[in-house]
């Protein structure tokens, strides 16, 4: 016999939830369902960071699911109400939520949740419209994400692009800093965002029935060019000779790792984009003297240490070009993750140094290796893996 539509519903986001948790949540008990151990500790007031992170994330799917099959508009405004609605309804019925069994509690959750977001869209009082998610920032938008889908918006962006949402998103930089930082001009930098934003609604406005993942990089054309300059190489100090740059003027001046091919040593310099960011892509390299048939490569995580004390360590591990090869000034997007919970984040004046030699804390390669985490559970994991920051839950 066909389901009815109602249950048609239910069915399908009960599995969109499932999908979620089971993918991005590791069970207490491997005989109990993920989402039956999460509701667990919802109610028992034990929740941990990242475990809060994927219960409003489970929240926030389902309500945009309503919304969509209601056939509503994608407000942030009505998202976040709706969450925060359902986030009682959930507390509220933690007592009848303890007394379902396991196979039956996800059915319950989605109901209380679609019946906050129901109650909502039959509110007269508020006026919920279109308008509401064309004026909202990029800021308004991604709080609706779920932490893997704001890392699948960001992932699959253009490297460019990428970075201007990061600034847009998250730092509080003047337009003409930022297109300087970027080597954009100040003239290009209205439409661009007006990019960044235009893609953020239609990630926002997706039609998706799980988590999104990060599109898969098509394999480069084969091609001949000179050996990778190596990250960890560029950062290592210049011993100082008669007629050198001093250290003061060249903190970041590369040594003994320039490779042949190159007229000049290359120069790095290596700051934060913004204080809130600290997880994914989160540095900016600014190099001078990189021949346009090299690019810059990381062969392990490397540990860099900030210039201003009481400032956030940061692991890099990815390295992604954002300007034309060709540009004298290149400029590239490092995926860095903080190890210090309670320091500063870095900004665009803020710099970095080698550390020293490739990370080998075995916790912290573990967590790298976990492709199961967010960037923002990274970074949280590797905190607690380097005993600065309480554990998070959900890490290994």
Known sequence: ?????????????????????????????AQRPPAAVLLDRLCGHTMLHNEED????????TVRATIKYRGAVFSPDLIDDSIQDALGNMIAACPKIAATPDPQRL??????????????????????????????????LSEELSAPEIDAWINALPPRRRALALFLYASDLQQPDIAQALGISPAAMAPEFRDVKGDLLKFFRAEADVVPASPASAAPAMEYKIADANLAALLQPQPQTAGSPTAGDNPLAAGPGRQPGAAANPRIRITGISPDIYAGWSLLATVTGLPAERNLEINAPLLLVPNVPEHRRMIVTGVEEI????????????KAYAIDGEKEGAGLRDTFTLAGPNVDNPLALNTLRNSGLAAIEVARCLQYNYGTADDPGLCQ
């Not at 016999?1 to 499932?18: D, N």
């Not at 994927?54 to 799917?61: A, K, N, Q, T």
């Not at 300007?323 to 490092?334: E, I, M, V, Y």
């Open 1 to 29: 016999m066909p389901l009815q539509h109602g249950a048609s519903k239910a069915v399908a986001l009960a599995f969109v939830i499932g999908a979620l948790i089971a993918t991005h949540c590791t069970p207490a008990s």
């Open 54 to 61: 994927r219960l409003f994330g489970m929240i926030s799917l």
């Open 107 to 140: 059915g319950l959750v989605v109901q209380l949740i679609s019946d906050a977001t129901d109650k909502r869209l039959r509110e007269p009082k508020r006026d919920y419209n279109e308008a509401s998610t064309d004026k909202a920032t990029a800021a308004d």
């Open 323 to 334: 300007s034309d090869p060709h540009d004298a000034t290149r400029r590239f997007l490092l």
